[in-house]
């Protein structure tokens, strides 16, 4: 279950913990839904990857190994976070960010 379909229970959870611990929704969270969870959770806190790939530094690619993944995570590149999406989430979040 990705964090949009579970808005509702997520902000019955924030409500019920009252501050004394964080409920941090995840799952599916980008820039496309980051705004209609924050709105409708009221949560001050997100969890992300913000995930981008890089080639890898790797000299030798034999051709005979089958990529695994699809061609962005394939053995050929590195995972790594992106901080442009990272701006950018955090600017989406704050947007409806109750004080």
């Known amino acids: 279950m990705k964090a949009l379909e579970g808005v509702d229970l997520i902000a019955k959870l924030i409500q019920k913990a009252n501050g004394r611990i964080a409920i941090m929704p995840g799952s599916g969270v ?7 969870i ?29 990529g695994m ?9 590195l995972r790594t976070v992106d901080p442009e999406r990272v701006r950018k ?7 409806h960010e109750k004080k």
């Open 30 to 36: 980008n820039e496309s839904a980051v705004e209609e």
């Open 38 to 66: 924050v709105r409708k959770t009221g949560t001050k806190e997100i969890h992300f990857s913000a995930t981008a790939f890089r080639d890898s530094a790797m000299e030798y690619k034999n051709p005979h190994i089958v």
């Open 69 to 77: 993944g699809d061609e962005q995570g394939s053995e050929f590149k």
């Open 89 to 95: 989430m955090r600017t989406l979040a704050e947007k």
